[in-house]
């Protein structure tokens, strides 16, 4: 019999922990025995393209599986096998992919989340054969209060006197307005969407806390929240987002040759002034919009106004070269500059 494992289900994230840290044979026969059972259960399991390419030394340790509209991740780090399950039947929220979308158990069809939740059973009876295991999962119909009530009591950095974790400094508790915040008081803070929500925050750890807010459960960091409300409640805290969202359409406008639309986009984004463009030489590749991520594509490469391309490419000179409208490259690493 192995040492004992923990198993961790989350949403669609199933996460495999074994007790013994400097097991060998945790790779072949937990990770890899796992990937042929998927196989025999009719799952295709091939490598992560994007891992081979970029990090070619991990390519072992990363498999991709799919099995009709359901998608996998399978990744192994020392002693913790991670699994997640995604679809490709609901609408692309991330611009990454819908591997990276939040909630992922929500957005699945009802067939999926069946498949998924047999999938979960198979792998934990399968475990069970082989170890001692404890499996933790979350509550579907549990309210927000509860799910914290219930991490609090699973958690390692819980004060016994409390009852709770509690921080390590006031840096983890200040909030957006500078003011320190306290276990239990009223907050704001934007959503995904960029509105501004009032709830009841509850201390996490690190600098995250746990807000209740409207019967749903959020999990912010204390610089995103506020003590006060702002001025304008109205107001959409979104400008990441809405900038993102516009760089998208001056793409696809440059792409399909309208230059009108394109020119319009464009001068909603930075009205009169040029945009410009950042290089990365360690990548060979642009800056994607805000900072984001990479792209070979000129088209599809984030846009910048002067001021902002050349902070950032002093910030990293020796990596980072602005690319002005006319396509020239300006370093600024040399003296002359």
């Known amino acids: 019999m192995r040492a004992k494992i923990d198993v961790n289900i989350h949403d669609t994230h199933i996460g495999i922990w074994q007790d013994d840290a400097h097991d ?36 072992s340790s990363h498999r991709l599986a799919a099995r009709g509209n359901m998608r996998a991740s399978i990744e192994i780090a020392g002693r913790c096998i991670k699994v997640e399950f995604w679809a490709q039947t609901w609408p692309i929220d991330n611009r990454n992919g819908r591997r990276y979308d939040f909630r992922k158990l929500q957005r699945l069809d009802y067939l999926d989340r069946l498949r998924f939740c047999l999938e979960a059973r198979r792998i934990v009876a399968w475990l069970e054969t082989i170890a001692p295991v404890t499996v933790k999962q979350d509550t579907p119909n549990a309210t927000a209060m509860e799910r914290i009530e219930k991490r609090y009591a699973e958690s390692w950095h819980r004060d016994k006197v409390l009852g709770r974790p509690t921080w390590s400094g006031d840096y983890n508790r200040q909030s957006q307005d500078g003011a320190l915040l306290e276990h239990g008081q009223t907050v704001w803070f934007p959503d995904r969407k960029g509105r501004i929500v009032r709830g009841t925050a509850y201390y996490n750890i690190n600098n995250m806390w746990w ?28 400008e990441r987002g809405r900038r993102s969202k ?53 088209i599809r490469a984030g846009k910048y106004t002067r001021a902002e391309a050349e902070r950032e490419c002093r910030r990293v000179p020796h990596e980072l070269e602005m690319v002005c409208p006319d396509g020239t490259h300006v370093r600024f690493d040399k003296a002359a500059a």
């Open 211 to 238: 807000v209740v807010a409207g019967g749903e459960l959020h999990n912010e960091g204390c610089h995103s929240l506020m003590t006060a409300p702002p001025a304008d409640l109205r107001k959409k805290r979104n």
């Open 246 to 298: 516009l760089e998208r359409k001056l793409a696809l406008a440059i792409e399909r040759m309208d230059f009108q639309r394109a020119e319009l986009i464009k001068n909603i984004l930075f009205g009169g002034e040029p945009a410009f463009m950042i290089w990365a030489r360690d990548h060979s590749a642009y800056y994607r919009s805000q900072y984001s991520g990479y792209t070979t594509d000129r």
């Open 24 to 59: 060998e044979t945790f790779r072949s026969e937990v990770f890899g025995t796992l990937i042929r059972g998927m196989r025999g259960r009719g799952w295709h399991v091939h490598e992560d393209p994007e891992i081979r390419r970029r990090f070619h030394i991990l390519n």
